[in-house]
């Protein structure tokens, strides 16, 4: 019994200690990822954590209170450090994720906000995407490809949902470093910059419309072979089998 009790109390420390190594570990692959582009990190982020500590520091010794501000420098320090690490982590995926297909995707699947999101809504054969994302500003279509083949790829699903949500607004961006497109990094900055027009209701029912005039297109019956020419088939009827 007693061997069984100690078990048991060891139980939720190993589970707190199996945690831990496990947030240290994607801490470290994150780190490792990032120092792959940028090679300075650790040296800034050195900078950054001994830089403000060192000026809290300096301000406790100004006035007589160097142990109180040298604590407070510590826990100051490392929140500016693990900041500054999010952000230039963010920046290294995002450039090791730049021109490739689906990269887009990613960015709008991480979107919360009440932002709906649907991938690739339309493509074709050279792997050109739009993806659709269904928020407060509207109805944004996300493309990444060649430009030139976008504008018809974007004017075709335009005209596809004019049919069911011709009154909800329509924003389409082109993802690219081109003039006139938009980076990857500041794609979600972009979206989250239209102006908010529809209610948390409205998007939903939006969505809701689009996702069925999908499922509506994907079911259509395809005929096998060439309609004859000439065949005109009765207004209400559908032709029977023999």
């Known amino acids: 019994m007693a061997r069984k009790k100690k078990a048991d109390s060891a139980t939720p420390g190993t589970t707190e200690n199996t945690e831990n190594p496990g947030r240290l570990k994607q801490i470290g692959l994150t780190y490792k990822m990032a120092k792959r582009v940028d090679r300075r990190i650790g040296w800034i982020l050195s900078a950054v954590g001994l830089g403000t500590f060192g000026v809290l520091l300096a301000i406790g010794l100004l006035i007589g209170r160097p142990i ?13 450090t693990a900041i500054v690490f999010g952000r230039r982590a963010e920046r290294a995926a995002f450039s090791q994720m730049e021109g490739r297909p689906g990269a887009a995707a990613a960015v709008l699947e991480n979107m919360k906000r009440g932002v709906s999101f649907t991938p690739a809504v339309a493509m074709n054969r050279q792997q050109d995407i739009v993806h659709r994302a269904v928020g407060k500003c509207g109805i944004v279509l996300v493309a990444e490809g060649n430009p030139n083949r976008l504008r018809t790829l974007l004017a075709a699903e335009k005209r596809k949902m004019a049919r069911v949500v011709s009154d909800v607004p329509v924003h ?29 209701g409205r998007v939903t029912e939006v969505n809701d419309r689009l996702r069925a005039m999908g499922d509506l297109l994907s079911n259509m019956p395809v005929p096998k072979g060439p309609m004859p020419k000439g065949l005109k088939l009765p207004k209400g009827q559908m032709p029977r089998g023999r």
């Open 172 to 200: 389409d961006v082109i993802v690219g470093d081109a003039e006139g497109q938009v980076p990857l990094r500041k794609l979600r900055s972009t979206i989250l910059k239209f102006p908010r027009v529809l209610a948390g």
């Open 68 to 80: 109180y501000l040298g604590l407070f420098g510590v826990l100051i320090a490392l929140l500016a």
